[in-house]
């Protein structure tokens, strides 16, 4: 069945979302997307001039992924125009927006508009596959920002969960030498029984000399300046938490140590598998 759906902003995600679901023949309103050159010769794709034409035609409304850097705009990688979050929820009036990692902050400006919002990150079957891109791209970060080979690379992995659990299994499909530092016993129970080297996260700081990566996935300050003083200025920390991240980055950079905080690995590394992903999602939720 042909739907209406409109999508506002986004990053290369939504422009290959557009594209997919334009080929199925639904027709899809675009704003703020004006600059994706690759949207311009496709079927089935409408660009509207403003937010209210895009809401007024649309069954279905869909918004960024992550939907905003500052609770003030949305994200709008392909587009000149600030699209601010209040006036989209002015316009959203009574309708529902589908979009990802919203801050509690704009449920505030949702409900004051009469606006459900769904955020597809909650859903646990997206999170999951998003973690296949996510460790891929952490893996191709730390094969550009290092000078040694992965083989054998002594990697500790700071937290267990999703993305850790892939990241792990993938790292190890490639002969690293992984440790995951974790507090939960379950998870180190976890982490033991698929063949790794575990360690309490309480108990790590003596032992981060040890390593040559250590890549952190834990959405809170792990590594402060007491730790770090502990780590080999060879050593390469990566974090791909949400932002600010879980590492002193001023202090990395003062005794000399390479760290980097790397969101949105999906968006930037697999744009066009996530956009499947996402897409098959929306249908779910849609039925």
């Known amino acids: 069945m042909q739907k209406k759906i409109g999508i506002i902003g986004g990053d290369l995600r939504l422009i290959f979302l557009s594209i997919l679901l334009a080929k199925e023949k639904n027709i899809v309103y675009t704003y703020a997307q004006e600059t994706a050159e690759i949207l311009k010769n496709e079927k089935n794709i409408n660009f509207c001039e403003n937010m209210a034409e895009l809401i007024k035609e649309s069954d279905i409304i869909i918004g960024p992924i992550p939907f905003s850097k500052n609770n003030i705009e949305i994200n709008s ?158 050593t390469y920390l990566l974090d791909i938490s949400s932002a600010p991240g879980g590492i002193d980055f001023e202090e990395a950079n003062k005794n000399n140590i390479k760290a980097e905080l790397a969101l949105g690995l999906p968006g930037k590394y697999a744009p066009y598998t996530t956009a499947k992903f996402i897409k098959e999602v929306i249908e779910e939720l849609c039925k």
């Open 77 to 234: 990688a392909y587009s000149n125009k600030k699209v601010m979050i209040q006036d989209l929820m002015s316009n959203l009036k009574n309708r529902e927006l589908i979009a990802g990692s919203i801050n509690p902050k704009i449920y505030e400006q949702a409900n004051e508009n009469s606006v459900k919002i769904i955020d597809i990150m909650k859903n646990e079957k997206l999170t999951i596959l998003n973690t296949i891109a996510t460790a891929e791209g952490a893996i191709k970060e730390l094969i550009a920002n290092t000078d040694i080979i992965i083989h054998r690379a002594k990697i500790l992995i700071l937290g267990y969960g999703r993305v850790a659990k892939t990241l792990a299994q993938k790292l190890k499909g490639i002969d690293a030498k992984v440790t995951i530092a974790a507090r939960k016993e379950e998870a180190l129970a976890w982490g033991y029984t698929y063949g790794f080297n575990v360690v309490n996260i309480n108990n790590i700081e003596e032992k981060l000399a040890n390593y040559d990566i250590i890549v952190n996935t834990v959405p809170e300050l792990i590594l402060r300046k007491q730790q770090i003083k502990n780590i080999k200025s060879k």
